[in-house]
């Protein structure tokens, strides 16, 4: 219990960063490029707060034991966030603020029997409703990083970006075929292998080491690599 209310802390923290964030943007500001071309701020916000909504559905099927989609299918999910991405910037902040209250809602009244359920996430994996918290954590400071508003991976909190990296590196584990690879912060006391282990290390700090692994090569800058002759990608995870 003292785990999920730290984990529920981190969420109400990152929550707060990021709907800080989008409220300081203007009108305009809301229509501007980020790090996930071709969505604009509006389309990263409104997927913020649907894929809050998409977890509470996956919290619904815990507490159930019925399986319940994610989403309806990728179609409806790309037509909801089209739908939502042109609102004004104060229709989304108070989309994700309604959002964020209905997940806190789902995990903290989930009944103790329904964390020991698995429920099906878009992809196919199979996870526990604990680990949709730290998901929820990691959607909200990635996704703070790609609004490109002021708000870089490097300015992560240290105990937020572990959170996003090891479930990142969980995701990985359940994958054939991942090559092998260490990564190891330069500015933080986290060394992590991915796949069986071995293979080129990673190194840097701790936020060029989130942007990378996430898939934001442009913005993680402060890398080098022992055991190839580049950076390499990162293995994709999602």
């Known amino acids: 219990m003292a785990a999920r ?13 990021f709907v800080a964030t989008v409220a300081g943007l203007t009108e305009r500001g809301i229509a501007g490029a980020t790090l996930i071309p071709p969505w604009t701020r509006g389309h990263v916000v409104t997927h913020v707060a649907r894929a809050a909504d998409s977890l509470c559905r996956l ?4 507490r159930t034991g019925e399986e319940i989609p994610q989403y309806a299918s990728m179609a409806a999910r790309e037509e909801e966030i089209e739908a939502g991405a042109r609102r004004p910037v104060a229709a989304l902040v108070d ?28 992809t196919g994996e199979l996870r526990t409703p604990g680990s949709l918290v730290a998901t929820r954590v990691r959607e909200l400071e990635v996704h703070h990083a790609d609004l490109a508003a002021g708000y870089a991976f490097g300015d992560v ?25 260490r990564i190891e912060a330069t500015d ?49 995870w999602i």
Request: a neutral charge; glycine letters at 12%.
């Open 5 to 17: 209310g730290k984990l529920l802390a981190s969420v109400d923290a990152s929550t707060e960063r």
């Open 59 to 62: 919290l619904e099927g815990a």
């Open 188 to 236: 933080a006391e986290l060394v992590r292998d991915i796949g069986a282990g071995g293979g080129p290390v990673i190194r840097g700090p701790l936020g060029d080491v989130l942007a990378w692994l996430t898939g934001r090569g442009k913005a993680a800058v402060g890398l080098t690599v022992a055991g190839a002759q580049d950076v390499p990608e990162a293995p994709y």
């Open 157 to 181: 909190p240290e105990s937020a970006a572990r959170f996003v990296i090891d479930d990142v590196i969980g995701a990985l584990a359940r994958r054939d075929g991942v090559p092998p690879m």
């Open 95 to 122: 989309d994700v603020r309604a959002s964020a209250a209905h997940f806190d809602e789902a995990v903290r009244t989930l009944p103790e029997e329904a964390w020991r359920r698995r429920v099906r996430l878009r």
